[in-house]
């Protein structure tokens, strides 16, 4: 029956069969909700990630949710699944390619290398006379780095590391260089600035010295806060 026989008959509009299949859509993504709850592990998740306002994204597919339950339901859906399954399938035949002698010189290249300790560093936070935006700059020394070697950095969320309790206020800055420990420091979760000269990394070969500057976005007023000295983390 269509929804204008239904209306003629004395149903009301909206009540045909559109709202049925609304209303079943509905029930669908609730029944998708309950089952991720009981089978998936958002701590185990590694394609979740909750961003700066609060929503959660899928690294795979792409999408933003506004809360757990959209995304649990997201991945027991037909892309999130599809996806699941054509990574899968890029991953095999990835590893179907690897000869045997390749394999064993990459398990000889990821072989751990000895740690000395922390390098030393220094930390100095800055303003912008111009633009006003908070600007921290790091120093770190590897008098001992293995020749060759270049440090290298990453920016970390609250919800990838697994050291600490999530703290949606900050992020981590990564260092990293053998034969040294990672060290991760602690910085607010503000945007940060990548345009021009406001993201800026060198390193010095002949002092063994690795420079990096950040800036943050600018903020409203209302939304200002004095920015707290950046605390050392735990090893990554």
Known sequence: MSEYDH????????????????RANVDRRERLRKLAMETIDLQKDEFIFR?????YECKLCLTVHPSEGSYLAHTQGKRHQDNLGRRAAREAARSDKVGPSVTNARKVAVKKTPKIGRPG?????????????????????????????????????SVEQKKEAHDMSV?????????YETIAFKIP??????????FFTHWDKEKLTFTLQLFFKPVTPDQHQAMPVPGFAPQS
């Not at 003629?8 to 609304?22: E, Y």
């Not at 992020?171 to 034969?179: G, K």
């Not at 979760?189 to 406001?198: A, F, H, K």
């Open 121 to 157: 560093y220094k930390v100095t936070k800055q303003r912008d006379p111009i633009t006003n935006q908070r600007s921290l700059l790091f120093q770190i020394e590897y008098p001992q780095i293995h020749e060759g070697m270049q440090p290298r950095h990453r920016i970390m969320s």
């Open 51 to 55: 961003n700066h306002v609060g929503q």
């Open 171 to 179: 992020q981590y800055l990564l260092i990293a260089a053998d034969p």
């Open 189 to 198: 979760s503000t945007p940060l600035d990548r345009g021009e000269g406001r």
């Open 7 to 22: 209306m003629m008959r004395g149903g009301k509009a909206g009540t045909g069969p559109m709202a049925d299949a609304s």
